[in-house]
């Protein structure tokens, strides 16, 4: 059963960061600002900040390199973030034996259109800006275009689901936030897999997983607001129901549950 699949790694939510540790060094691939790039690393660290902590001046990846050096984690791959950690979500799917584990936080204050970007003048009220932050890791080797892949349908799935949202920015659906990030992980390991596309086992498990995770976050955003989520109702998933849990931040076994697995505080 899917909902039997181990965790890849352990999640810790103790704000200001959430943590992903894996036992043993894997292969990633992101655009983080801190590790970007095809990298090895055992963790994985949001940073959530507020705008005391981004005073005009202050260089956000020196702050999140000084944060995660002063918590141990300077070999981590780093996000930065804006959303209230504890929102996290959490998914996984299983296609063929390939099992795709998914962790987001979404904010989407930040959202833009793709190809028509707004002015943000720093001067006014940031503290609200959120992003979207992405781990995915897939259960077996991947070789470096398996990983670009990877990413490309991970990013295709995370617009998708934001897509469903429906939030407008005046006549324009916003397509994602300006400071996205998705990190794909993989073990090392002889024989990687030369592909991960959307024929693909892996590309399956990575899109559903992308897409429960993603729809959870961004369902949670809103009802987070002052305003109603819009066109959120009926936007699950069609095919068979991916693993979800709902996010803890004090650590804590995941207790599987039929179809479902709760993270229990």
């Known amino acids: 059963m899917i909902a039997e699949a181990p965790l890849p790694f352990s999640i810790e939510c103790r704000p200001p960061l959430l943590v992903t540790r894996f036992a043993t060094p894997q292969r990633m691939l992101s655009w983080s600002i801190t590790r970007p790039g095809f990298v090895t690393a055992e963790a994985v660290a949001w940073l959530e900040v507020r705008d005391a902590d981004l005073p005009i001046g202050t260089d956000p990846v020196a702050l999140l390199d000084q944060t995660l050096a002063h918590a141990g984690l300077?070999?981590?791959?780093?996000?930065?973030?804006?959303?209230?950690?504890?929102?996290?979500?959490?998914?996984?799917?299983?296609?063929?034996?390939?099992?795709?584990?998914?962790v987001t936080t979404v904010g989407l204050t930040n959202g833009e259109f793709v190809g028509r970007r707004r002015?943000?003048?720093?001067?006014?009220?940031?503290?609200?800006?959120?992003?979207?932050?992405?781990?995915?890791?897939?259960?077996?080797?991947?070789?470096?275009?398996?990983?670009?892949?990877?990413?490309?349908?991970?990013?295709?799935?995370r617009t998708v689901a934001v897509l469903e949202a429906t939030m407008r920015r005046g006549s324009d659906v916003i397509t994602g936030?300006?400071?996205?990030?998705?990190?794909?992980?993989?073990?090392?390991?002889?024989?990687?897999?030369?592909?991960?596309?959307?024929?693909?086992?892996?590309?399956?498990a990575i899109g559903s997983a992308v897409l429960t995770a993603t729809r959870g976050a961004v369902a949670r955003w809103f009802a987070a607001q002052t305003r109603p989520p819009r066109a959120l109702d009926g936007a699950a998933p069609k095919r068979r129901a991916a693993v979800t849990a709902e996010p803890a931040c004090v650590g804590g076994p995941v207790a599987a549950l039929g179809s479902r697995r709760e993270r229990v505080p």
Do not use: K, W
């Open 119 to 157: 002015d943000h003048p720093r001067g006014r009220d940031t503290h609200a800006f959120g992003t979207i932050n992405t781990l995915v890791h897939v259960s077996v080797p991947l070789s470096q275009v398996a990983l670009l892949e990877a990413s490309s349908v991970a990013t295709q799935a």
């Open 177 to 204: 936030t300006g400071t996205d990030c998705i990190v794909v992980a993989a073990p090392v390991g002889a024989d990687p897999a030369p592909y991960a596309g959307l024929h693909t086992a892996i590309g399956e």
């Open 74 to 102: 300077g070999a981590a791959v780093g996000l930065m973030t804006a959303c209230d950690l504890r929102s996290h979500r959490l998914a996984q799917d299983e296609v063929d034996g390939v099992v795709a584990t998914v």
